[in-house]
C-alpha cells in the first residue's frame, strides 16, 4: 500500500520532470537551428538589396523595399541558361555512373569472397582519409595526356570508376544485412547472377539508392573545383563557375547582391530535393535492410 502511495505521489513529479527536460531539448534545436538558418537568411536579404545597401551601418536584416529585379538581373547578366543546361548534363550523367558502379562494386564485396577481398576493401576504406588536394595534379595530368582537359569527359568518367568510397561502403552495409536465402531462392528458380542482381537485390535496397543518389546531386551539383580546372571555354562552364563573375575584376566591385541572388536559385534544388525525399534519405542511412 506503501509502495502504491509513494508511486502515485511522485508520478505528477515524473511527468513534471520529463515536460522540462522535453522543453530544454526543444530551446536548444530550436537555438541551434536558428544559428545555421542566420547564414541562409542573410543571403536571401543580401539578395533582396541593393549593393549599396549591403554593408550600410547600422544592418538592414530587411530589405525595404525589396529588389527581386535583382534575380531576373542576375539571371541575365551571365548566359546562366547556358550554365544551366552544363550543370544538368554533368549531374544526370554523373548520378547514373555513381548510382550503377557503386552498386556493383558494393554487391561484389557483400557477395562474393576471393583472396584479398577484406584487404581490398580496407584499402578502399583508407582513400577516404586521403585529402582530395593530394590527387588532384596527378589526376589532372592523366586526363590531360588523354587529351580531354577542357570536356565534360573528366567529370563525368571518373564516376564509371566507383570513386566514391563512402557510397560503396554505405550500400555495402545494406546489402550484408540482406539474408543470403534471397540468393540461394533465385539461383534454384534459375535466375544467373544479373537476374539475382537486378530484380532482387536492387528492390531491397531503394532506401539506400535513393540517398546515394541525394548525396550524389548534391556533390555534381555544388562542385565548382572540378569545372573550374577542367572547363576552359566559357560556354561549358557550369552555375558554380558562373557565380564566380559577381566576385568581379581588378577594377570592378563584387556584385554581391547578384551573387546572393543566384547563390538562392542554386541551392533551391538541392534543399527542395532534401525536404522532399527526408523520409527515405533518413531511411537509408538508419536502416538494416532487414524487414519484420
Known amino acids: 500500500m506503501s509502495h502504491s502511495r509513494t508511486a502515485g505521489l511522485s508520478s505528477p513529479q515524473a511527468r513534471w ?5 522535453r522543453t530544454l531539448i526543444y530551446v536548444i534545436i530550436t537555438l541551434l537551428a ?5 547564414p541562409f537568411f542573410w543571403m536571401i536579404s543580401t539578395a533582396l538589396k541593393p549593393n549599396a545597401d549591403i554593408f550600410a551601418w547600422p544592418p538592414q536584416f530587411l530589405p525595404d523595399p525589396p529588389q527581386w529585379s535583382n534575380f531576373a538581373e542576375a539571371w541575365t547578366a551571365r548566359p546562366f541558361h547556358i550554365y544551366l543546361t552544363n550543370t544538368v548534363f554533368i549531374v544526370v550523367l554523373g548520378l547514373i555512373a555513381e548510382l550503377v558502379s557503386a552498386t556493383l562494386v558494393a554487391y561484389g564485396f557483400a557477395r562474393f569472397r576471393f583472396p584479398g577481398s577484406s584487404f581490398i576493401f580496407l584499402v578502399l576504406l583508407a582513400t577516404m582519409m586521403l585529402p ?3 590527387t588532384l595534379i596527378p589526376t589532372f595530368l592523366i586526363w590531360q595526356k588523354l587529351g580531354l582537359v577542357g570536356e565534360f569527359d573528366p567529370l563525368v568518367l571518373r564516376a564509371w570508376t566507383a570513386w566514391g568510397p563512402f557510397y560503396i561502403f554505405l550500400l555495402r552495409q545494406f ?3 540482406l539474408p543470403r536465402e534471397l540468393d540461394d ?16 537485390m536492387l528492390p531491397q535496397i531503394k532506401p539506400a539508392l535513393l540517398a546515394v543518389a541525394i548525396f550524389a546531386f548534391r556533390g555534381y551539383w555544388n562542385d565548382f573545383l572540378g569545372p573550374l580546372i577542367y572547363l576552359s571555354d566559357m560556354d561549358r562552364y557550369t552555375l558554380n563557375v558562373g557565380m564566380y563573375f559577381f566576385m568581379g575584376g ?6 554581391w547582391n547578384y551573387l546572393m541572388a543566384m547563390s ?14 527526408q ?4 531511411e537509408g542511412i538508419t536502416f538494416t535492410g532487414i524487414k519484420d
Open 17 to 21: 520532470s520529463k515536460r522540462v527536460n
Open 34 to 38: 536558428a544559428v545555421i538558418l542566420v
Open 132 to 134: 582530395f588536394h593530394v
Open 175 to 177: 546489402f550484408l544485412t
Open 185 to 200: 531462392a533465385a539461383e534454384i528458380d534459375g535466375a544467373n547472377f544479373f537476374q539475382t542482381f537486378y530484380y532482387i
Open 250 to 255: 581588378i577594377n570592378e566591385a563584387p556584385q
Open 264 to 277: 538562392t536559385l542554386v541551392a533551391l534544388p538541392v534543399i527542395v530535393l532534401f525536404f522532399a525525399a
Open 279 to 282: 523520409r527515405y534519405f533518413i
